[in-house]
């Protein structure tokens, strides 16, 4: 199946990678031509404007968007908007705020041209392990791209059947036609905020192994604890087992301190609007609050527990530190 591609980021380009290697057709544009070239020495067609981009897909044509949510992504949809014919799709597959997809799908119908929002899991890591996807859209335009998202999605793989499920669906491969427009993006706000809290659970649990030595009531004891091969012992039949606990304690291998981690923990907006609509709600949300607030004290002070957050984040997400006012 062919696929456009506006966006070559860390995501993006490593789901045009993917999505080559699975056998579809890519069309691919970014500003800065470097990466277009090397997709395009991928067998990719690149291209050098928005305008060539979609004279070069054929109709319908599909143009998934991996952009930074706000004004990047906006003025990438504006643009293509006036470009596009009817019956073709925009996808989304950034982190937009969900009632933003509600006014653009709400824009574009006036057009007839599909508006779908997925919401993107995996990472940096999603072209090795496939990318876990939630999305947002018309029945129709969803089942058109079906293709696409099986060949991003990791698929069943060695994860068991959950007992008890007897009716086989996508979920199962790693992609879910949620519902409607700002559906797909609103499931994904929620599970960052998830995963905000099971960050911080992690995080202040290893800082509290670090200071071991410091317990008043052990104080003739050597808690010398190596949090390396802690994290290596719960990775293996442990209740908390989990990927992120195999991404910190690769991380804790690699730099048993952390050294090279300052501390400061970004928040990059779905921990905030989760909380926004837990209020709107009126759903106690007692961890996913903490967490948050915890992301916005790391930029005061750090401790060792938000050195692990730092470090879980740059693991599976690429995600580099930044100074307050960087």
């Not at 980021?9 to 056998?23: C, Q, S, W």
């Not at 670090?210 to 039949?237: C, P, T, V």
Request: glycine share 12%; with cysteine.
């Amino acid at each position: 199946m062919q696929i456009g591609i506006v966006g070559l980021g860390r995501m993006g380009f490593n789901m045009a990678e993917r999505l080559l290697a699975g056998g579809h057709s890519c069309v691919v544009y970014n500003r800065s031509p470097e990466k277009v070239q090397r997709l395009s020495q991928k067998g990719a067609k690149g291209t050098a404007s928005l305008k060539e981009f979609v004279q070069s897909l054929q109709a319908p044509r599909h143009a998934w968007i991996m952009l930074p949510a706000g004004e990047p992504t906006e003025e990438a949809i504006a643009s293509l908007a006036e470009l596009l014919a009817p019956g073709d799709a925009i996808i989304d597959g950034g982190n937009t705020h969900y009632t933003d997809d509600l006014r653009r799908a709400a824009s574009l119908a006036q057009k007839q041209i599909h508006y779908l929002d997925v919401g993107t899991s995996g990472g940096i890591w999603g072209a090795e392990r496939g990318y876990c996807l939630m999305i947002g859209g018309a029945k129709e335009a969803v089942d058109r791209l079906d293709p696409v998202f099986k060949t991003l999605a990791p698929g069943r793989g060695t994860i068991p059947r959950t007992p008890g499920r007897e009716k086989p669906g996508t979920a199962e491969e790693g992609y879910l036609h949620c519902g409607p427009a700002g559906s797909g993006h609103f499931v994904k706000m929620v599970h960052n905020g998830i995963e905000y809290g099971l960050m911080q659970a992690y995080a202040e649990g290893f800082d509290i192994l670090r200071n071991a030595n410091k317990l008043e009531s052990h104080a003739q004891s050597n808690f010398d604890l190596n949090l390396a091969e802690i994290s290596e012992l719960w990775r293996r039949g442990s209740v908390v087992s989990s990927w992120l606990l195999d991404l910190t304690a690769m991380a804790l291998i690699e730099d048993p301190a952390l050294s090279r981690y300052t501390g400061f923990v970004q928040d990059s907006g779905e921990g905030r609007w989760t909380i926004q609509a837990a209020i709107e709600e009126a759903v106690p949300a007692d961890v996913l609050s903490t967490a948050l607030f915890a992301r916005f004290r790391s930029r005061q002070e750090h401790t060792f527990s938000e050195k692990v957050l730092s470090a879980m984040r740059e693991k599976f997400g690429g995600h580099l530190e930044r100074p307050a006012g960087g």
